[in-house]
C-alpha cells in the first residue's frame, strides 16, 4: 500500500526568507506525486507535480518541488516566502485509476 | 467553465437523517471522486467513478452510496448519518484515468455536521 508522511504540521517561516515543507513517500513502482495547497474555507487547489524526467519540478506562485529517489522526498520549497503564501499544503501520491492518497497537511505561516 | 461545483457548502443533520451531497462538473471529465477532510488525517478516497455507470469504493466507504448516471454528475448518499460522518467535504474530477497523470480539480468542498 502507498502512503505518504508529512512530517511538520507547523512550519513558520518570515517573510523572504526561504521555506521547505517536507513530505516522504512510499510507494512500489514509479511513484506520481503532487502538491496541494488549501486556503481558508476553499477547496484544494493544485500547485504541481511529478511524473517523470528532471528532479525538480517548477509550479504555481514560484513554487517549486525536488523529487529525490533515494531519499523517497519530494519536498516543497519556494526562494522568497510571501505572507500570502500562508496555507495548509497537502503532499500526495497517485496509485493506478486515479486514486490519490494524501498526507496528514502542514500549515505553512508567513510571518511579516 | 464553473469546473466542479458542489452544493450544499453548508448542512448540519440529526443521527439518522439522509441526504445527498450534489457534486457536478462541466469540463467532460471522465474520472469524479469523493472524499473526505478530517482534522489531522489529509483527505481520504469515499468512492470513485471512471466513467458513466461505473463506481468503486475508496478508502473509507462505509455509510456512503455513489451512482453516476451522468458524466457531469456524481452525488453522495449518506443514508443514515452518524457523527463521526461529520466532516468536510471534497469532490474532484480529472479527464481521464489513462496515460499522463492528470491533474484532479478540486470542488470548494461542503461542511457537514452530524448531531
Known amino acids: 500500500a502507498q502512503s505518504v508522511a508529512q512530517p511538520e504540521d507547523q512550519v513558520n517561516v518570515a517573510e523572504g526568507n526561504p521555506l521547505t515543507v517536507k513530505c516522504t513517500y512510499s510507494?512500489?513502482?514509479?511513484?506520481?506525486l503532487f502538491w496541494y495547497v488549501q486556503y481558508p474555507n476553499r477547496g484544494l487547489q493544485f500547485l504541481l507535480k511529478?511524473?517523470?524526467?528532471?528532479?525538480l519540478v517548477k509550479g504555481s506562485y514560484g513554487f517549486e518541488a525536488e523529487f529525490n529517489k533515494s531519499q523517497t522526498s519530494f519536498h516543497l520549497k519556494k526562494p522568497s516566502a510571501l505572507v500570502s503564501d500562508s496555507a495548509l499544503y497537502f503532499c500526495?501520491?497517485?496509485?493506478?485509476?486515479?486514486?490519490?492518497?494524501f498526507g496528514s497537511g502542514t500549515q505553512l505561516t508567513v510571518l511579516p | 467553465n464553473a469546473g466542479v461545483t458542489q452544493t450544499p457548502k453548508f448542512q448540519v443533520l440529526k443521527t439518522g437523517q439522509s441526504m445527498t451531497l450534489q457534486c457536478a462538473q462541466d469540463?467532460?471529465?471522465?474520472?469524479m471522486s469523493w472524499y473526505r477532510q478530517d482534522p489531522g488525517m489529509g483527505l481520504r478516497l469515499i468512492h470513485y467513478?471512471?466513467?458513466?455507470?461505473?463506481?468503486d469504493q475508496g478508502e473509507v466507504p462505509n455509510g456512503y452510496n455513489v451512482s453516476r448516471s451522468t458524466t457531469e454528475d456524481f452525488p453522495l448518499r449518506l443514508l443514515s448519518a452518524a457523527p463521526s460522518q461529520t466532516s468536510v467535504y471534497f469532490c474532484?474530477?480529472?479527464?481521464?484515468?489513462?496515460?499522463?497523470?492528470?491533474?484532479?480539480?478540486f470542488g470548494p468542498g461542503t461542511r457537514l455536521l452530524v448531531l
Open positions: 474532484a474530477s480529472s479527464y481521464s484515468i489513462t496515460g499522463d497523470q492528470e491533474t484532479q480539480y
Open positions: 510507494v512500489s513502482g514509479n511513484p506520481y
Open positions: 511529478y511524473i517523470t524526467g528532471d528532479n
Open positions: 500526495a501520491v497517485e496509485s493506478s485509476a486515479r486514486q490519490l492518497t
Open positions: 469540463m467532460n471529465h471522465e474520472y
Open positions: 467513478s471512471v466513467g458513466a455507470g461505473i463506481t
